[in-house]
């Protein structure tokens, strides 16, 4: 094999690793992401619908998270159902992206582009690809870089709001935790005081 075909191979082959590891990221990004879906019910319902949530997200494949992630974002509402228990405590969280339609509908369909190739790539593309051209690993290295850029383009903005959304969870949980606490203080002093 000449040197100039050996050394494409080597870009390309270097390529397609890189690539293989951007969608692993994308797919972890988006496992992340699909996880923020509506809540409601009692506290122990909640509790038990996260955890089955975090669980059945961390076996998703890179489609079915990418399915679920859209589903989330178009903003599905729950209906609150009629309270079965008077005595304990039930609530409602939605999410949803103040995004336009368009906006929804070309991110949507930019994963959904970038599944397609991932599969072309992993189940058809590399197992009949000419190794022994160079040309051809010099054309594989250049389509895989720009496959790259078109992932981590997807990635940051999942990653975006996966951050600010917990961001904004964490920060009312610890205004909420202060303010329970300070009232607490002055309940338990105004107590200890008379």
Do not use: Y
Not at 19 to 31: C, D, G, I, P, Y
Not at 64 to 91: C, H, K, R, S, Y
Not at 108 to 126: F, Q
Request: hydrophobic content about 45%.
């Amino acid at each position: 094999m000449p040197q100039h075909t050996s050394n494409a191979k080597e870009a390309a082959l270097l390529a397609v690793g890189r690539t293989v590891a951007n969608f692993q990221r994308l797919e972890h990004s988006l496992k992340l992401a699909a996880r923020l879906r509506p809540l409601d019910g009692a506290i122990s319902k909640i509790r038990r619908d996260v955890e089955r949530t975090a669980e059945r997200a961390a076996t998703m494949t890179l489609g079915q998270a990418i399915q679920a992630w859209l589903t989330t974002i178009d903003g599905e509402t729950v209906v609150a159902p009629n309270t079965p228990d008077l005595f304990e405590v039930t609530m409602q969280m939605t999410f949803s992206l103040g995004i336009d339609a368009d906006s929804v509908s070309a991110h949507g369909g930019a994963l959904k582009s970038l599944l397609e190739i991932r599969n072309n790539l992993i189940h058809k593309d590399l197992a009949l690809f000419q190794w022994d051209s160079a040309d051809e690993c010099d054309r594989l290295k250049a389509k895989l870089e720009r496959v790259i850029e078109d992932i981590r383009v997807q990635k940051e903005f999942v990653d975006s709001i996966v951050i600010a959304a917990n961001s904004m969870l964490l920060e009312h949980a610890k205004i909420a935790e202060a303010e329970i606490l300070s009232q607490l203080g002055i309940a338990e002093k105004a107590t200890h005081d008379a």
